[in-house]
């Protein structure tokens, strides 16, 4: 099986020194207990197709765990993957392992979903 890189680019980015920031569209509520709660509109015109053939509903919500609900708050575009890993680490401690390999992997899912994107 091979695997294809996106382009030249991607292959030299260093995900511990890039800024995560919430997209600045997406809309999120936080209850009592810490949890998130994101609250993506389906809009477009798929969706309206959606919505009206099979009921979709305009609104999604996507329920973050423990873990991921942390990391969200602490998105802020201000502080590198880097510096945000002791922060998880004093939260978490070894629940947290491996640190890294995981806050990465965790931040290309929001990256492709849209949630997030990269400060500058």
Sequence with gaps: RRIRMKNK???S???LERKP??????QYTKDEDGIVTLNRENTGFMNKLAQKLFRK???SY???DEHGSFIW???????????????????FG?????????????????????FIEWAE
């Design 21 to 26: 920031l919430r997209h600045p569209t997406l």
């Design 94 to 114: 070894e629940d947290a392992e491996p640190l890294y390999p995981r806050l990465t992997k965790y931040l290309s899912i929001l990256e492709s979903y849209g």
């Design 13 to 15: 980015v260093n995900y």
């Design 57 to 59: 509903p305009p609104v």
């Design 9 to 11: 680019k991607d292959a």
């Design 73 to 91: 708050l602490l998105l802020d575009g201000d502080k590198t993957v880097e510096e945000i890993g002791p922060s998880i680490k004093e939260k």
């Design 62 to 64: 996507i329920h973050l």
